[in-house]
Nanobody, 115 residues
Framework: QVQLVESGGGLVQPGGSLRLSCAASGNIFRLNVMGWYRQAPGKQRELVASITSGGRTTYADSVKGRFTISRDNAKNALNLQMNILKPEDTAVYYC?????????WGQGTQVTVSS
């Protein structure tokens, strides 16, 4: 069974930085897509960034230039470096793994950007 565990969330001031990490374990197929989604209260869950096992990345327009997604294929680890954080970035961030069309989710980690 695949398990995803996020870490690194917390409280940060506007303009600050935070780094989220996701550790994946279990039977993970080599070819996959991992990504970060976020959901703010009263809003729909949205894709923040994703990265394929080949290294191709995708970013939401709202985070382009500020966030960087990366992965370590050997360790099945996913990271999200978040810079110049804004209050609008406040949300629960979820790690996602897509394997042959199947979605797996982490429990989520809270990110709060406030002064």
């Amino acid at each position: 069974q695949v398990q995803l565990v996020e870490s690194g969330g917390g409280l940060v001031q506007p303009g600050g930085s935070l780094r989220l990490s996701c550790a994946a374990s279990g039977n993970i197929f080599r070819l996959n897509v991992m990504g970060w989604y976020r959901q703010a209260p009263g809003k729909q869950r949205e894709l923040v960034a994703s990265i394929t096992s080949g290294g191709r990345t995708t970013y939401a327009d709202s985070v382009k230039g500020r966030f960087t997604i990366s992965r370590d294929n050997a360790k099945n680890a996913l990271n999200l470096q978040m810079n110049i954080l804004k209050p609008e970035d406040t949300a629960v961030y979820y790690c996602n793994l897509k394997v042959v069309g199947t979605d797996f989710w982490g429990q989520g980690t809270q990110v709060t950007v406030s002064s």
